[in-house]
Nanobody
Framework: QVQLVESGGGSVQAWGSLRLSCAAS????????MGWFRQPPAKDREGVAI???????FYAAAVQGRFAISKDNAKNTLYLQMSSLNPEDTAMYYC???????????????????WGQGTQVTVSS
């Protein structure tokens, strides 16, 4: 049984930082496309950052230079370091995974078949 468990969300003031963690079981993060997605209130879910099996990364334009995705294969855990947060970053953040037969990973949420329960991030001005 696959489980992805996020933690590290919370409330922070603008320009603050948070680090999200996603502990995986039932899959090996080194073998899967892993991603962070977010869903702001009353908006669609959007891709934030992706890391592939070669540790190549992709970021949404809105977070480029402020967020960093990484993984610890020994701990089987995915991370998202978020800096210079602003109120537009307020959302529920989800960890997700899928197994790709190709090199590289996509950022479409529909391609990801394993999801965590989410962790709330709230940024106040």
């Amino acid at each position: 049984q696959v489980q992805l468990v996020e933690s590290g969300g919370g409330s922070v003031q603008a320009w603050g930082s948070l680090r999200l963690s996603c502990a995986a079981s039932g899959i090996t993060v080194s073998d899967f496309c892993m991603g962070w997605f977010r869903q702001p209130p009353a908006k669609d879910r959007e891709g934030v950052a992706i890391i592939d099996t070669y540790s190549g990364t992709f970021y949404a334009a809105a977070v480029q230079g402020r967020f960093a995705i990484s993984k610890d294969n020994a701990k089987n855990t995915l991370y998202l370091q978020m800096s210079s947060l602003n109120p537009e970053d307020t959302a529920m953040y989800y960890c997700a995974a899928y197994s790709s037969s190709r090199r590289g990973c996509v950022s479409f949420a529909s391609s990801y078949n394993y999801w965590g329960q989410g962790t709330q991030v709230t940024v106040s001005s």
